[in-house]
């Protein structure tokens, strides 16, 4: 593994041109004279790009990505999509579900991700086939991009009680954590019980989708935040979605926040899926009011929050690409934030955040892993706004991806 520095790049938080002297896939030394005593060590002029270790995306689904041809959408509700999804994936194949998947994995990977937790959907439709495609992808890509695997029960468990026996063979197998989906099964609180049951079985963190529609009536989150308080599982808890928290006045959104700052439960806010699902009103006058949580007010408030991709071309959200700056400029704009400020916390939702939530260290200091993305912008801020090109990107000093800027052959 080579040594090298790259100077003449941009830190968050740094003034003037900065360095790193990366050594056996780590730094070992940043600051504007970084390697200045290195004269023999290959050197990159990075052209005063900012850098960041990488976005992390804490929130997608890699097994069902890419069927949308195969998922005709009529209605664009959340009912219609895991209805159609589950058709589709009755004929799943482990070999179709990798070919998808890597796609993917690697169109996000240009876009800057070196890190990701991918929901696979493990229940007597698809059996394990998904789950063993993307265990092999996990492998595969290994050297490319962190790719962490939650065992999730779409459908259900109290009415497929057989789905508790694949969930179980996941975890055996080496899935890294458990995911549910209250809002799909007969019985919601008897759900999130057997989730967090399993969980403490096999020692691992839990990931619910939950409270996804506009009606602020009929939440499971108290429910989550109540078992999180009484099993001492602060901080190994997320969930996804939960829309019902946009539908909330100002004082009860308040108390929410306190209640999950304080159990340790994270909100992962899925900007493309979340709108497009919600929202509907019947015939061409109705209102379609923005269908999103509050992801900057829950953050102000302590809570650890991400944005994630969630689904591309399927029928939960029929467009994407996997860039997670994409996803952060729609968040930006769709919650009409304005500041630097508060695109720079917007940035840190993609990347800090979910660093955190998945016990991820992903600052550039002395020590840590080269995991290095550089990306065409001065600043945090700047970057969202503009949704900033990857220009290059290093996994534990390896580079993986190098694209200059394009240049624009004109008539002289």
Known sequence: MTDFILENLRLAGESGPQSLRIAQGRIVERGPGAG????????????????????????????????????????GTLAEAVRLTATAKAAFTEEDVYTRA?????????????????FVEVDPRAGLRSFHALARLRADYAD??????CAFAQEGLTQEPQTLDLLHAALSEGADLLGGCPYTDSDPVAHVTQIFDLAERHGVAVDFHADF?????????????????????AGRVSVGHATKLGALPPDELARIAAQMQAAGVALCVLPATDLFLNGRQPGPEGLRPRGLAPALALARAGVTVTLGTNNV?????????????????????????????????TFAMITDAPAALMGRDRALVPGAPADIVLLDAPDPAMAVRMGAPVRAVWKAGRLVLDQPRAEILRQR
Request: net charge negative; aromatic share 4%.
């Open 144 to 149: 490319v991009i962190d790719l962490e695997l």
């Open 36 to 75: 200045a005593l290195e004269d023999d060590l290959p050197r990159r002029d990075c052209g005063g790009y900012l850098a960041c270790a990488g976005f992390v995306d804490s929130h997608i689904h890699l097994d069902k990505t890419l069927i949308l041809d195969r998922c005709p959408i009529c209605e």
């Open 313 to 345: 071309l399927n029928p939960f959200t029929p467009l994407g690409d996997g860039s997670l700056l994409r996803m952060a400029g729609l968040y930006a704009n769709i919650a009409q934030l304005a500041s630097d400020a508060e695109m720079a916390e």
């Open 213 to 233: 529609d506009l009606d602020p009536s009929g939440a499971i989150l108290p429910e989550i935040l109540s078992q999180t308080r009484a099993r001492g599982m």
């Open 102 to 118: 890597a796609a993917l994995l690697e169109r996000a990977v240009r876009h800057g991700t070196l890190a990701m937790r991918s």
